[in-house]
């Protein structure tokens, strides 16, 4: 008996497999990246920006010379690596090499070569000397497209602590009568007479009760509060009065005499930082702290009646929520939970790259309603 074999509906012939397939491509990452693409809009606003600061980057480098890498390859490349939050600039440079997405990003074509992750070093003090991270967001902000979504007048203000690239067996006596730090237990430690090996700069430090302790820097941000952009943010060692510092640091560098208001939490209401805005011309809607202290005695907040009795206070309160947003994006998407570098300078530009990556995610959306 002859049995037919059917051959399945839409069946196709089996193609063969080619290893290492053609032996040249000619690629066009701009054809091959999607025209709906989030980093289309994106890039936008970094090359208008990055033209607008040639004038700034042709003071930072010498007029003779080899050439070097151009900054704006190398800032777009940065923004790459906090936009996905890569570890590393070693993995970063891993990455670039084989990835056209973040090639066509960052301005590299497929051919050409990738850089030495040590070039980041040099270069990265450079930008920071420059201020270049600090103008590049201060001029993202005043983008056409971008004014008209920021508030001039409400803000808010909040911080976070940065875990420090230092473990607990570097904190070690600064008189060296400890070499090792293998056994800290049962130690009293202090940063006035301990400091990291690692990072000295970096602080033992825990936000609140029942919270351990850390080698940590503390983050601070200004949002405004009309669409929730980063407008301003600065990087301090961590202490128990840091926070109220940098806010007032903050509100006395921007520009005018108007009147304005900024929306905190309970750890800023404190009699001299009440006193301190308010001297600024700043109205403070600050969270009131009335919970009870260790001893039982109960808090008297700063802040009375006169400013809660108004409607803008509790709208500040609830914008405030926001800022935390910020936070939360750059330690789960960004580079901001555990900062790779070590000093001030150089965790402040990470910092100052993870709030840009935050407003550049946010603003195409705002801007396309």
Same mark, same amino acid.
């Given at each position: 008996?002859? @049995?037919? /074999?059917?051959?399945?509906?839409?069946?196709?012939?089996?193609?063969?497999?080619?290893? $290492?397939?053609?032996?040249?491509?000619?690629?066009?990452?701009?054809?091959?990246?999607?025209? &709906?693409?989030?980093?289309?809009?994106?890039?936008?606003?970094?090359?208008?920006?990055?033209? !607008?600061?040639?004038?700034?980057?042709?003071?930072? +480098?010498?007029?003779?010379?080899?050439?070097?890498?151009?900054?704006? $390859?190398?800032?777009?490349?940065?923004?790459?690596?906090?936009?996905?939050?890569?570890?590393?600039?070693? @993995?970063?440079?891993? @990455?670039?090499? +084989?990835?056209?997405?973040?090639?066509?990003?960052?301005?590299?074509?497929?051919?050409?070569?990738?850089?030495?992750?040590?070039? =980041?070093?040099?270069?990265?003090?450079?930008?920071?000397?420059?201020?270049?991270?600090?103008?590049?967001?201060?001029?993202?902000?005043?983008?056409?497209?971008? /004014?008209?979504?920021?508030?001039?007048?409400?803000?808010?203000?909040?911080?976070?602590? *940065?875990?420090?690239?230092?473990?607990?067996? !570097?904190?070690?006596?600064?008189?060296? !009568?400890?070499?090792?730090?293998?056994? =800290?237990?049962?130690?009293?430690?202090? &940063?006035?007479?301990?400091?990291?090996?690692?990072?000295?700069?970096?602080?033992?430090? /825990?936000?609140?009760?029942?919270?351990?302790?850390?080698?940590?820097?503390?983050?601070?941000?200004?949002?405004?509060?009309?669409?929730?952009?980063?407008?301003?943010?600065?990087?301090?060692?961590?202490?128990?009065?840091?926070?109220?510092?940098?806010?007032?640091?903050?509100?006395?560098?921007?520009?005018?005499?108007?009147?304005?208001?900024?929306?905190?939490?309970?750890?800023?209401?404190?009699?001299?930082?009440?006193? &301190?805005?308010?001297?600024?011309?700043?109205?403070?809607?600050?969270?009131?702290?009335?919970?009870?202290?260790?001893?039982?005695?109960?808090?008297?907040?700063?802040?009375?009646?006169?400013?809660?009795?108004?409607?803008?206070?509790?709208?500040? $309160?609830?914008?405030?929520?926001? *800022?935390?947003?910020?936070?939360?994006?750059?330690?789960?998407?960004?580079?901001?939970?555990?900062?790779?570098?070590?000093?001030?300078?150089?965790?402040?530009?990470?910092?100052?790259?993870?709030?840009?990556?935050?407003?550049?995610?946010?603003?195409?959306?705002?801007?396309?309603?």
């Amino acid at each position: 008996m002859i @049995q037919l /074999r059917h051959e399945p509906a839409g069946a196709e012939m089996r193609g063969e497999f080619v290893d $290492q397939g053609g032996l040249f491509s000619y690629v066009d990452p701009e054809s091959r990246v999607p025209a &709906n693409h989030p980093l289309r809009k994106i890039r936008y606003f970094v090359r208008d920006v990055l033209k !607008s600061m040639g004038g700034l980057f042709a003071t930072l +480098y010498s007029h003779e010379g080899r050439p070097s890498i151009p900054p704006e $390859q190398l800032l777009s490349a940065l923004l790459v690596q906090v936009l996905y939050g890569i570890r590393s600039e070693r @993995q970063l440079m891993e @990455q670039l090499d +084989y990835n056209l997405l973040y090639r066509w990003f960052a301005g590299l074509s497929p051919d050409d070569p990738v850089w030495d992750p040590t070039s =980041f070093t040099k270069n990265r003090d450079r930008l920071a000397e420059g201020k270049v991270f600090e103008t590049f967001m201060a001029t993202l902000l005043e983008h056409d497209a971008v /004014r008209p979504l920021l508030s001039d007048e409400h803000f808010s203000v909040d911080g976070t602590l *940065i875990a420090a690239w230092a473990s607990h067996k !570097s904190f070690r006596p600064k008189d060296g !009568s400890d070499d090792t730090g293998a056994d =800290f237990h049962g130690q009293n430690r202090k &940063n006035d007479t301990h400091e990291s090996v690692t990072d000295p700069q970096s602080r033992l430090y /825990r936000k609140s009760n029942g919270q351990e302790s850390k080698l940590c820097y503390m983050g601070h941000a200004m949002m405004e509060n009309r669409n929730g952009l980063a407008v301003a943010g600065m990087v301090t060692q961590a202490n128990g009065t840091a926070e109220r510092d940098a806010s007032e640091a903050m509100l006395a560098a921007i520009p005018g005499d108007r009147r304005l208001t900024v929306g905190e939490d309970k750890a800023y209401d404190t009699a001299e930082h009440v006193a &301190n805005l308010r001297r600024l011309n700043v109205t403070p809607h600050v969270a009131q702290n009335n919970s009870p202290t260790k001893t039982g005695r109960r808090r008297r907040s700063n802040i009375d009646n006169r400013t809660t009795r108004h409607k803008g206070y509790g709208m500040s $309160q609830s914008r405030r929520a926001m *800022i935390e947003c910020i936070f939360g994006w750059g330690k789960q998407h960004g580079t901001m939970r555990k900062i790779k570098h070590r000093g001030l300078a150089r965790v402040a530009g990470d910092f100052l790259l993870n709030l840009i990556a935050y407003n550049l995610v946010r603003i195409p959306k705002l801007v396309a309603t």
